[in-house]
């Protein structure tokens, strides 16, 4: 009880941060996507993994379809920013808002990837995500008909406010929420221990994703990630939604059902022996 009490208050204060009014931008920058990438550094992914990752985004900004899906819209351009999350409360800012036009902008954005250190924490917090990026859409000095937070996970939501309700306030937003989950067979709970949601890319599919042409490519590893993300992030600059949006990559016998929203949690519960009440 005292995780979901903690769990509660949480989502008290990033809904009350999220819900704050901000100042509105003043003359806005015209952009044709306004896009956060929010990835994943919890416990349950170790060094060698968060650097598979970054890597991933590295490489995807410097690969040629990539810029040229960012030259095709009608501006040309796009505003992006990258952040690492892991707990409620856990999320660091990786780079701030960059316009990316040509390749050199693009190279410049890889480097800032590349100098930035990466984070670690515990804990897996979608929803924590998703709320620390609602505010950042109207504290940029864009505009931009689609806006959207990109997640990357390796397992569901086991802290902060339940990830669904998170999600429909940045429905709200109109802001679209796009996935990468990353299918593998690590524990979830890093130093913990802990219990492996096989069917997690069902998860992101009920449970994470929503919005305007929102989908979901699943990695089948980490060493998968690289060709997940070039291949996401394409369609997503683009504003193409694949056909179908997600395709299931395991449908497998387990404990917990992947379509419940708060899976996490009791996964979490039952490690710990403290049942829901």
């Known amino acids: 009880m005292r995780a979901i009490k903690q769990a509660c208050a949480g989502f ?17 920058e015209q ?33 040629k379809f990539v810029l040229e899906a960012i030259q095709s819209g009608p501006h040309g351009r796009i505003a992006v920013t990258y952040f690492e999350w892991s707990g ?30 990466i984070s670690r924490g515990r804990f897996t917090s979608i929803s924590g995500a998703i ?12 505009q931009a008909r689609r806006k959207v937070i990109d997640i990357s996970g390796d397992g569901p939501n086991n802290a902060g406010p ?12 109109q802001i679209t929420i796009n996935g990468l989950p990353i299918i593998n067979d ?13 069917d997690l890319d069902v998860y992101f599919e009920h449970c994470v994703i929503g919005g305007p042409d929102a989908f ?8 998968d990630f690289a060709k997940a993300v070039r291949r996401k992030m394409i369609l997503e600059i683009a504003g193409d939604t694949p056909e179908p949006r997600f395709i299931p990559a395991q449908a497998s016998p387990q404990i917990f059902e992947a379509t419940d929203c708060q ?8 490690r710990f022996r403290d049942p829901l009440q």
């Open 131 to 142: 709320v620390f990026a609602i505010p950042m859409f109207e504290a940029n000095d864009y």
């Open 12 to 28: 008290v204060t990033l809904l009350l941060a999220a819900a704050a009014p901000l100042a509105p931008a003043q003359a806005a």
């Open 31 to 63: 952009v044709d996507l306004e896009l956060v990438l929010a990835i994943d550094v919890s416990g349950s992914i170790d060094y060698d993994e968060a650097k598979l990752q970054r890597q991933g985004y590295i490489d995807a900004f410097r690969d």
């Open 186 to 198: 690590r524990p979830q709970f890093g130093g913990f221990g802990g219990m492996n949601l096989k």
């Open 263 to 270: 899976v996490g949690e009791k996964m979490m519960q039952f």
């Open 162 to 173: 339940w990830v669904n309700v998170a999600r429909e306030l940045a429905l709200s937003r």
């Open 88 to 117: 409620s409360e856990q999320q660091q800012m990786t780079t701030k808002w960059t316009i990316i036009h040509d390749a050199a902008t693009a190279d410049a954005f890889a480097r800032q990837l590349e100098d930035a250190p």
């Open 216 to 223: 979901m490519i699943a990695a089948n590893g980490f060493e």
